[in-house]
Each structure stands twice: as structure tokens, then as C-alpha cells.
Antibody, heavy 116, light 107 residues
């Protein structure tokens, strides 16, 4: 069974940093591009970043380029999202998902709240 | 970036009725279009990719159509578990973009 489990969310002050993790199991992690997507009630779903199977190619949304960094550790079957210079508008539920284009498998999501 | 617009924002339908949701792109995405269902507190679930191909395990009452800039998701006979928010997403070009969602509510 495919499982994606996010962790690392929480409350952070504006300007702060956070690292999200996504632990993958039940499939061959190195066969898949991986992606981060977030959801807010007001804006809906927003694609943030994707990373190639070997980590050699990364894509970012303009809204997070230069502030967020996607990475993966294939030995640990893990995906990461390093988030810096956080803003109130980054408050959302963050999901990891498989795929570079459409997203077949999703984690349960982790809440990030940016507030003072 | 490609802007995706979904309509209507809310669709009120009775159980057993047919629901048709629309998604429009402001430029052609050919058939690189996916649909997702999302229930409160849950992750999105992939329903359709390639504009019309059902994902694994998706019931046949869900069907997708369209090409280019105009797409539809049809639920032929709404079941109680189908009341949810539906999102379309283009993957023809980076950045990948989603529509704003359509909520299918009980009439």
C-alpha cells in the first residue's frame, strides 16, 4: 500500500523557517518525481514545487521561488520542503504527492500556520 | 501562467441526478488536464487524467471530456459520497495550475 506521511508543520512567526518532511513507503520511491502542493480555503490548491527522480531537476512556483527549496533523500525514501522567509499567506495545509504532472498518491497533509 | 477557471462555484444537485462541472483554460492545454475530488479534512483524490482517463478504482459514473481550452467532468448519478469539492488542474506547461474548485452540494 502506498503511504505518504508528512511531518514538520506547526506555528511559526513571520520571517521564520520550517522544514517539512514526507516519508514514502509502499512503492519504489526512485521511480517517481515528487511534488509539494498546498491548500488554503481562500485560494484552493496551489502547486509549489516538483523534483525529478534523481533530484537533478527541480521546478518551483513563482510564489515560493527563492524562499522554498525542495529536496529528496532516496536512501531514506524521503522528500523535504525547506521553507524560509515565511509569510502569513503561506498559512496552508501542505501535501506531498507523487508525480510531476498529475498527482496519483497524496499524503494526509500537514498544517503550517504563519502568525505572530 | 495558464489560468484555469471552474464553473459554477457551487452546484446544488439531488442524489441520483446528473452533475456537469466545467473547467476552462485561458490557453490550450491539449488533453493535459486532471480532475480531483476533495472532501473536508482529506487530501485530494485523483479522478481523471488525460482529460478523459479514469484513475485506478474510480467508478464509471465519473467521466471527463474536452480538449484544448474547454473541459467537463460529469457525474452521471450522484451518490451521497460524491458531495465534495472538485478541482481541475492543467499539466501542459509549468507552472502547473489548478482551478478554483466547484463545490457539489446536496440540493
Amino acid at each position: 500500500e502506498v503511504q505518504l506521511v508528512e511531518s514538520g508543520g506547526g506555528l511559526v512567526q513571520p520571517g521564520g523557517s520550517l522544514r517539512l518532511s514526507c516519508a514514502a513507503s509502499g512503492f519504489t520511491f526512485t521511480d517517481y518525481w515528487m511534488t509539494w502542493v498546498r491548500h488554503t480555503p481562500g485560494k484552493g490548491l496551489e502547486w509549489l514545487a516538483s523534483i525529478k527522480r534523481d533530484g537533478g531537476e527541480k521546478k518551483y512556483a513563482d510564489s515560493v521561488k527563492g524562499r522554498f527549496s525542495i529536496s529528496r533523500d532516496n536512501a531514506r525514501n524521503s522528500l523535504y520542503l525547506h521553507m524560509n522567509s515565511l509569510r502569513a499567506e503561506d498559512t496552508a495545509v501542505y501535501y506531498c504527492a507523487t508525480g510531476p504532472f498529475y498527482f496519483e498518491y497524496w499524503g494526509q497533509g500537514v498544517l503550517v500556520t504563519v502568525s505572530s | 501562467e495558464i489560468v484555469m477557471t471552474q464553473s459554477p462555484t457551487t452546484l446544488s444537485v439531488s442524489p441520483g441526478e446528473r452533475a456537469t462541472l466545467s473547467c476552462r483554460a485561458d490557453q490550450s492545454v491539449t488533453s493535459n488536464l486532471a480532475w480531483y475530488q476533495q472532501k473536508p479534512g482529506q487530501a485530494p483524490r485523483l479522478l481523471i487524467y488525460g482529460a478523459s482517463t479514469r484513475a485506478t478504482g474510480i467508478p464509471a459514473r465519473f467521466s471527463g471530456g474536452g480538449y484544448g481550452t474547454e473541459f467537463t467532468l460529469t457525474i452521471s448519478s450522484l451518490q451521497s459520497e460524491d458531495f465534495a469539492v472538485y478541482h481541475c488542474q492543467q499539466y501542459n506547461d509549468w507552472p502547473l495550475t489548478f482551478g478554483g474548485g466547484t463545490k457539489v452540494a446536496i440540493k
